[in-house]
Structure formats: structure tokens, C-alpha cells
């Protein structure tokens, strides 16, 4: 469990957090969303010690970070990945760290499996690619088996398999009933991973509900096929609706005109119910009607405008 307590964090004339207030609970993956400079990476770094708030508290399971009794096996984090030294080997940093927080040697072998990691354990971090340095941190952060995982950007440098493995990864731990908090620009991988979102702007606190709830609020759009596309549009348009003209794929410039050859409209305003109602009464064949959901990315976007 995470608890964010009024957290305000001013680095000189930057006010990077201003007033946070929410909680990471366990058995769910929680994304942590915000654009750039948000305030995402100072929250998590207040929440793991590196930084002092400027008021406000920030604990992990009850109390502050330096007060936990056995960290390692309480939280673990990744932060920045490029941070590790690289003239070591994977297998002795992470032997370093183990032996720093009293894990066994056999758990940093298992570990370095467990990332996909153990054909290059004995290589130098330095010759390690992006994806590889994640995959190591991801390491780290799970050296002590926490009940707490903060990371941020894991899936940056991940290749597809890497993304899907991490996604099921975090997925079994958070099922396992650990706390998972996780930052991420990738919306579509998110959608797929959290359960619940934290969303922030300007430091301050703009969304805390489930993926499930936040999705239900953003209507999404129908798509309408029909040959009869320029007469429907007059009909939706005269009943309220929004008519956009898909984008053929590939196509530079969205287009503005609807044509009176079959084309795919997206329609805003009107329930597909709606929109075959009123194909049928102005006498428009309907070759398609689908309700699109909107995308994670959408409602973000509109949340944070
Ligand atoms: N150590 C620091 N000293 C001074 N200003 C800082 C420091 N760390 C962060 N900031 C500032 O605080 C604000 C919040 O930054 P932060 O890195 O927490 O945002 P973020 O949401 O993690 O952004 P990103 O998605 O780009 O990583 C920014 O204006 C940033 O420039």
C-alpha cells in the first residue's frame, strides 16, 4: 500500500507537486499518467526516500520510506535505468545490491531468468542495449520479492515480447496481491496493463478511478458504412450529430468532403440505435454500425487539455 498525503514538492521556483493526495492499493496495477513535467518521477521519488517534500507525506505500508524495517523486501523500484554503472556484469551488480539488502545469492540466478537476462549475466552493463538496462532494473526492483513496485517508463526500449512480457509479469504480481504503481507515455500499453489510473497536471491530482470507469465516460464514436453516405450525413447532421469521414488508410490529409460512393462516416452524438433509426426513416442502406469505445489516449487527452 502507497499513501500520497497532501504532498507539495517546490524545487527552487518550480512548484513540481502542489497538494497530492491519493493512494496505491494492492492486488491492482496502478498506472500513473501525466504529460511531461507533470510531476510523476518527483512523486515517486518522494515516495521512495531520494527526495524530501516540501510538506505533505508520501509512505509505503504505513510509514515513511527510511522508517521500513526490511526494504528490499518492501518496495522495490526502478527509476532510471541508464543510471547503473557499466563496467560491471548484470549477475554482480545485482549481487552487490542483494548482498547490500541481505538477499541470497540464489535469488539474484533466479532473478535474471526471471527478466530474460541469464545468457547475459556475465557481460559487462556497458555493453548492454536500452531494452536490456529496463530488463535489469525490472531485476533490481524484484531482487527482494516486494509487496511494492514503483516504476517508471518500464516498457521504454522493451521490444514487443519484452512489452508482453512485462505487462504479464506485472499483471501476476498485482494478482498475486502486491501494489504495482507504474508511469508510462504508452497508452495503448497501458490500457492493457493498469487497472486503475492516477492521472496528474501540473502537479495536482486530475483523475483517480478504475480504467473501466474512466473509459465508460468518454463516448466513442459509430462507425456507419453505406453507399448512401451523403444523404445519411445530411440526416445525422440535421438530428445533432457530428459526421467525420474516415480516413482512408495511408491517406496524408483527412478528408472533408463525403462522396457518394460507399465510404465509412464516424459519428458523434447519436447511439448506433439512433443512427439505424434514422437510416431507415430517410431510406439509407446501412452496410455497417459499430460502436467504437474510446481509446485510453482520447480520454486522456481530453481530460488534460
Ligand atoms: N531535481 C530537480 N530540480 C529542479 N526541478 C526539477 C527537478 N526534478 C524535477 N523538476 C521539475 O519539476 C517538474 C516535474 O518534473 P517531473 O520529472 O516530476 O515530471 P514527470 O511527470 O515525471 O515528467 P516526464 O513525463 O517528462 O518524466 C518539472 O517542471 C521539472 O523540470
Known amino acids: 500500500m502507497i499513501e500520497v498525503i497532501d504532498l507539495t514538492k517546490v524545487y527552487g521556483s518550480t512548484r513540481a507537486v502542489s497538494g497530492l493526495t491519493f493512494d496505491v492499493k494492492p492486488g491492482q496495477v496502478t498506472g500513473f499518467l501525466g504529460h511531461n ?23 509505503i505500508n504505513g510509514v515513511r520510506k527510511r522508517d521500513l524495517r526490511d526494504p528490499m523486501r518492501e518496495v522495490g523500484a526502478m527509476l532510471d535505468a541508464t543510471e547503473v554503472q557499466g563496467g560491471r556484469s548484470a549477475f554482480d551488480h545485482l549481487q552487490a545490491l542483494a548482498h547490500a539488502g541481505g538477499i541470497a545469492r540464489r535469488r539474484v540466478v533466479e532473478v535474471l531468468e526471471e527478466v530474460g537476462l541469464a545468457g547475459a549475466a556475465r557481460k559487462r552493463i556497458a555493453g548492454f542495449s536500452h531494452g536490456m538496462r529496463q530488463r535489469l532494473g ?39 496481491g502486491r501494489t504495482v504503481l507504474l508511469s508510462s507515455h504508452l497508452m495503448t500499453e497501458m490500457s492493457l496493463t493498469a487497472d486503475r489510473l492516477i492521472i496528474i497536471g501540473r502537479g495536482q491530482l486530475i483523475e483517480d478511478t478504475t480504467m473501466a470507469e474512466l473509459l465508460s465516460r468518454f463516448q466513442g464514436d459509430v462507425s456507419v458504412r453505406s453507399p448512401h453516405a451523403t444523404r445519411l450525413t445530411g440526416a445525422l447532421e440535421a438530428a445533432g450529430a457530428t459526421v467525420r469521414r ?33 437510416a431507415l426513416v430517410n431510406g439509407c442502406a446501412i452496410h455497417e454500425l459499430t460502436p467504437r469505445q474510446a481509446s485510453l489516449e482520447e480520454a486522456f487527452m481530453e481530460i488534460t487539455q
Open 37 to 59: 513535467g507533470a510531476g510523476k518521477s518527483t512523486t515517486m521519488r518522494v515516495i521512495l526516500g531520494l527526495h524530501k517534500p516540501t510538506s505533505g507525506r508520501a509512505l
Open 138 to 176: 525490472i531485476a533490481a526492483a524484484l531482487l527482494g520479492e516486494p509487496g511494492v513496485l514503483i516504476l517508471d517508463e518500464p516498457v521504454n526500449g522493451l521490444d514487443p515480447d519484452g512489452i508482453r512480457w512485462l505487462r504479464t509479469l506485472l499483471r501476476s504480481l498485482a494478482a498475486e
Open 246 to 278: 474516415a480516413q482512408a488508410p495511408g491517406a496524408s490529409t483527412p478528408s472533408t468532403s463525403v462522396s457518394r460512393a460507399e465510404g465509412e462516416l464516424l459519428v458523434t452524438g447519436l447511439s448506433a440505435a439512433a443512427i439505424g433509426d434514422l
